[in-house]
T-cell receptor, first 112, second 112 residues
């Protein structure tokens, strides 16, 4: 039973528009959430994170929103660029800290 | 700074053969991890080492062993490979177990 789910395996967006990637979790003990970005033949790279004491965190074009009551988080990319085309993984950790639980990933394609 | 390096990049094994995947980091990180990535499953933690001298099981440890050789190196051993172990294996490290993880480029393993 997957504790972190990304229900959209793929998303296609036009350059300049907003990309919204979604993630749902079931474990109420999760208190720290991260997004990783992965290009083909490379390892995942950290993008942005959010603690459960916040509901929003921004870093440039990237914003992560957390809705604890719905156990849902989303990553917004504005404006989307072709270089953003990659697989995006959300991940969560609980008070154990050292174990990340990953979602299955969403492939984002940004068309020029 | 090479970051996290993994060898080999690609390996083909026959069922029952053994091999060791190597991982090294040059960031003086205390914690190291081994994950496997399978289609639609995201990354799943196999084993981790919170600090030099300690190792612990993750979500999917069966069929694997690990060695934290020193602070820099963390190896993953398959004693008797099975086709179900066909996957992409990622090593990661972090300054401590509560901090962001940095990933290597991965090892693609095919077990026939």
């Amino acid at each position: 039973d997957q504790q972190v789910k990304q229900n959209s395996p793929s998303l296609s967006v036009q350059e300049g528009r907003i990309s919204i990637l979604n993630c749902d979790y079931t474990n109420s003990m999760f208190d720290y959430f991260l997004w990783y970005k992965k290009y083909p033949a490379e390892g995942p790279t950290f993008l942005i994170s959010i603690s459960s004491i916040k509901d929003k965190n921004e870093d440039g074009r990237f914003t992560v929103f957390l809705n604890k009551s719905a156990k849902h988080l989303s990553l917004h990319i504005v404006p989307s660029q072709p270089g953003d085309s990659a697989v995006y993984f959300c991940a969560a950790s609980g008070n154990a800290g050292n174990m990340l639980t990953f979602g299955g990933g969403t492939r984002l394609m940004v068309k020029p | 700074n090479a970051g996290v390096t993994q060898t080999p990049k690609f390996q083909v094994l026959k069922t029952g053969q053994s091999m060791t995947l190597q991982c090294a980091q040059d960031m003086n990180h205390n914690s190291m991890y081994w994950y496997r990535q399978d289609p639609g499953m995201g990354l799943r933690l196999i084993y981790y080492s919170a600090s030099e001298g300690t190792t612990d099981k993750g979500e999917v440890p069966n069929g694997y062993n690990v060695s934290r050789l020193n602070k820099r190196e963390f190896s993953l051993r398959l004693e008797s490979a099975a086709p179900s172990q066909t996957s992409v294996y990622f090593c990661a490290s972090s300054p401590s177990s509560l901090e962001t993880q940095y990933f290597g480029p991965g090892t693609r393993l095919l077990v026939l």
